[in-house]
């Protein structure tokens, strides 16, 4: 079974600046999808930024990118110019193309963005 | 607007209860998913549903029941037999689980407290 592992329960960063959210996973697949989804204190769930595993270039939406290394089994999230309203809880997971979208969720990283 | 409505947000159960939250879409999507949400931990999926009338188990369907008498409707009923039930419960839906890249929806949650 696929485990999602997300090691920062916390972070912080300064307005502005950059911060980088971790996350590893484990598969013995070679085709997946992954996914980073941003909870707000409003508790909706919002999808940030998608990678198809066998896409080498790393996805990019606006100031969110991410650091895909497959063979490390690594798909960290950079968000760039940080800005209030990035403040949020993070999940990173995991999509098998075998098991019809199901997704597997990591525990999180609660993002603070100080002023 | 086409979305996933969820109700209600709050819910309470007493001892013994059978409770049903309500999940709602109109987006013609044919997947639908329910997901728990403790404290601490990521998204753990309790049930999903792929077409009208076939449902499957999650990872954590005991003390669980869903119907999928509809395909905009896939409500989740927490019977007496979950013991602690006290969670933040999660639709989504999805247009076709065939295709890979397919995106997961969620609506805005169900608060469910034990009285």
């Known amino acids: 079974a696929q485990t999602v592992t997300q090691s920062q329960p916390e972070m912080s960063v300064q307005e502005a600046e950059t911060v980088t959210l971790s996350c590893t996973y484990d598969t013995s697949e070679s085709d997946y999808y992954l996914f980073w989804y941003k909870q707000p204190p409003s508790r909706q769930m919002i999808l940030v930024i998608r990678?198809?595993?066998?896409?080498?270039q790393n996805a990019t939406e606006n100031r969110f990118s991410v650091n895909f290394q497959k063979a490390a089994k690594s798909f960290s999230l950079k968000i760039s110019d940080s800005q209030l309203g990035d403040a949020a809880m993070y999940f990173c997971a995991y999509r098998s193309l075998e098991y019809g979208n199901k997704l597997v969720f990591g525990a999180g990283t609660i993002l603070r963005v100080k002023s | 607007d086409g979305g996933i409505t969820q109700s209600p947000k709050y819910l309470f159960r007493k001892e013994g209860q059978n409770v049903t939250l309500s999940c709602e879409q109109n987006l013609n999507h044919d997947a639908m998913y329910w997901y728990r949400q403790d404290p601490g931990q990521g998204l753990r999926l309790i049930y999903y549903?792929?077409?009208?009338?076939?449902?499957q188990k999650g990872d954590i369907a005991e003390g669980y029941s869903v119907s999928r008498e509809k395909k905009e409707s896939f409500p989740l009923t927490v019977t007496s037999a979950q013991k602690n039930p006290t969670a933040f419960y999660l639709c989504?839906?999805?247009?076709?689980?065939?295709?890979?890249?397919?995106?997961?929806?969620f609506g805005a949650g169900t608060r469910l407290s034990v009285l």
């Open positions: 990678q198809e595993a066998y896409k080498q």
């Open positions: 549903s792929q077409i009208v009338n076939d449902f």
């Open positions: 989504a839906s999805t247009a076709s689980t065939k295709i890979a890249k397919n995106i997961q929806y």
